[in-house]
């Protein structure tokens, strides 16, 4: 049974109303996979569809595909911070994993960086390396096209966390570049 | 040196805007052929109850002005983080070593923007390394509750009243006696903590913007640690923000003048 909700326009309603029909099964089941488990996986659906929510101006159709890779990044986003802070207790503890990748060299920003065509594929190879809290905003911001004031909202940060994350998922992303793309990859200097 | 010519920033925003989302494409249609044609979930009334109050919710929370750490805490908000100026009577800035302050003082409260004093860096992080920086003086009567860092960019202490805390904890545990879990308490018999409380934060990519409640309030801009600090108080309530040439600081919550400033000269630097 679908609750009922209320929202400023019937428009809203309805389209809210369509998107938690059409996904919450989905991800239901997505969050459930990465948590183990159905109360937090409920949190972190009910937090998807919240941002979803907030969103809404934001987001085409419902039925379309963008909308759905929206959600999608997002519920796994929001699993993946549930499951950080479950794991942890009431200190802190910053393991191996959690360790931010230090890169080797003082690589550039990208903006200066030759990238040649023969490196897409090892461009999607370094994304999918990314870890998610730094791939989530680079998708919402690369793929859906939203600015970092939208993807703050979506994620519930601050502007600023965003934009830096942002900056450091590409920092990250040319080291790893130049390991898989080998000699597709030059870099100018001054 | 020499410059390909096939180079440009602008074709690496390309291929990482087809190869991001051909990325969000791939994870959604995995979840989309795993779990489109599975059962249903049975949900708890608990969520179903949450959904809902989510479309009452939506319109509410897109007219408060909050900051997302301290909005838990709606009935002691003295600081409220705001993304657009409204008409200033007077504008200020202070250049500082590493933190550049900007205040501006409106009729009922004081706005301070805290950015990077080398343009260069705004939006980036300012200060790294495996430490951070914590209080080794804390009032009597209140205890460690929560020590929280969010990734790099926060590091987060919340100290509580001991004994307040301790009769807040017996009236929840009760609760969830009587309900069986924590999730199944309805809101209307929810209970949060509302005792006094200390938040001290350290911030290593500072882009921040606090306002500080300063009607019928007491506010002082002092030093501290050689940087520009902004105190304020009101209704048994202090709020400090600073730096010390590496991160900057903030500390709010139930405190004396003395007591803040005193809690301030003693955050001294920890190994992780």
Redesign the interface.
Known sequence: MLPIMVFDTPEQKSKFEEAYLKYNKMGFYYAREILHDDALAEDALHDAFLSLARNLDKIGEIDCNKSFNYFVTIVKNTAISALRKHKRAQVVEIDDEDTLFQLEDSAPGPEETVLRQDSYEALLAAIRTLKPEYQAPLLLKYANGYTEAEIAKALGMTVSNVSVRIHRAKQKLIPMLREKGGAGFAQTTE | ?H??Q??S?A???A???????????E??AE??K???A?P??E??Q???????E??????R??RLLFW?RVAKRAAMILIV?I?ALTAALSVKGVRAQLYEYFVTHNDEYTQVQVTAADEKVR???ISEGDYHYEPSFVPRGFVL?????E???FYHLEYVDEKAYAEFEQRRQALIEKWG?E?AIPEEERIYYNGPFLMFEEQR????VVAFDTEDAVYKELELDGSPAYLTLKNGRATLIWDNGDRAFMLFGHLTEEEILKMARSVARVE?
């Open positions: 040196m410059r390909p096939n180079n920033a074709d690496f925003e291929l990482l805007a087809r190869a991001a989302g051909q990325i969000a494409a994870q959604a979840v989309r795993k779990y489109e599975a249903g979930p949900y708890s608990a969520f179903l109850a949450s959904i809902e989510i479309g009452r919710d939506a319109e929370q897109k997302n983080v993304t939006g980036r992080m509750r929560e020590r929280k860092e990734y790099d960019f879990t999730d990519s500072v882009e921040g992780d």
